[in-house]
């Protein structure tokens, strides 16, 4: 199932689960589960089980705790689900809906999508100056694009990811930030992440440079699809003298939970 296909789901047994609780009834200063909704309580959460093993990485992650939360709301005189464990059951379901919204990759459709995108985008920046030099050289003189910016650099990385990626969404406007809109170079709603382009120059210090992409990153946190945020800055001068110590700064202290951020100085 593919990410909006589980939320919906979830979403659904959650309007069950509230209408199950708008169905308890009070009898002599005690609370019983409605009519029927017993035999249904018990299909669901079964149904909610399956959904967790099959859809989720750690599907027991879940569906371990709603088996318990479920046998416990159990034990009482009548041996019937109590309010308050149906009000647990509920919370699972809203907590869970949360984590796919936040963290997609929890889903199996979505992690096993994470390798192929991973190495195709970071095999593109990998050979970025490769194709650069290559198309440099033609036969004849023939003419060529020269990468001497970012458009040109934006222009060529477009052309690559067309060989993989059916849907590119290039420069979409991006919430307004700091005051001003802004826009993004390529958005892949395919996969939910967003690919920055950047290109070093003479005027632009190291410090400058991850000052832009920290605004960069605070930006494409607010964008709601955008849940990889990959940023390539090409490099073909060496202008920046310590690239690797700028990628794990930014990779580490700007990942989370609600967004993985990968920079990539090329060429290495």
Not at 191 to 214: F, V
Not at 223 to 246: E, Q, S
């Amino acid at each position: 199932m593919q990410r909006d296909e589980v939320i919906a789901t979830l979403q659904r047994y959650k309007r069950e689960l509230e209408g199950i609780l708008s169905r308890f009834v009070e009898v002599r200063n005690d609370i019983y589960i409605g009519e029927g909704d017993d035999a249904r309580l018990e299909r669901l959460v079964l149904e909610l089980r399956d959904l967790f093993d099959d859809a989720f990485v750690d599907g027991e992650k879940h569906s371990s705790p709603l088996m318990a939360r479920y046998r416990n709301s159990k034990r009482n005189f009548l041996g019937t689900p109590s309010r308050h464990g149906v009000e647990g059951l509920e919370s699972m379901v809203t907590a869970a809906i949360t984590r796919v919204e936040r963290h997609p990759l929890a889903l199996k459709t979505m992690a096993a999508k994470e390798p192929k995108y991973q190495d195709v985008i970071v095999r593109i920046a990998e050979r970025l100056h490769l194709v650069v030099c290559q198309l440099r050289h033609r036969r004849e003189g023939r003419l060529t694009l020269d990468v001497t910016d970012e458009y040109d650099v934006q222009d060529l990385v477009h052309a690559l990811l067309m060989i993989y990626f059916d849907d590119i969404r290039p420069e979409e406007w991006t919430p307004s930030h700091a005051g001003a809109p802004s826009r993004m170079d390529f958005f892949l709603p395919e996969i939910e992440a967003i690919l920055e382009t950047k290109m070093t120059r003479l005027n632009l210090s190291t410090k400058q440079l991850g000052e832009q992409l920290i605004v960069d990153i605070a930006k494409y946190r607010e964008h709601p699809k955008c849940h990889t945020l990959f940023c390539v800055v090409y490099d073909p001068d060496k202008r920046i003298r310590n690239p690797r110590g700028l990628e794990n700064d930014l990779n580490k202290k700007h990942s989370d939970d609600r967004m993985v951020v990968r920079t990539m100085i090329v060429p290495k």
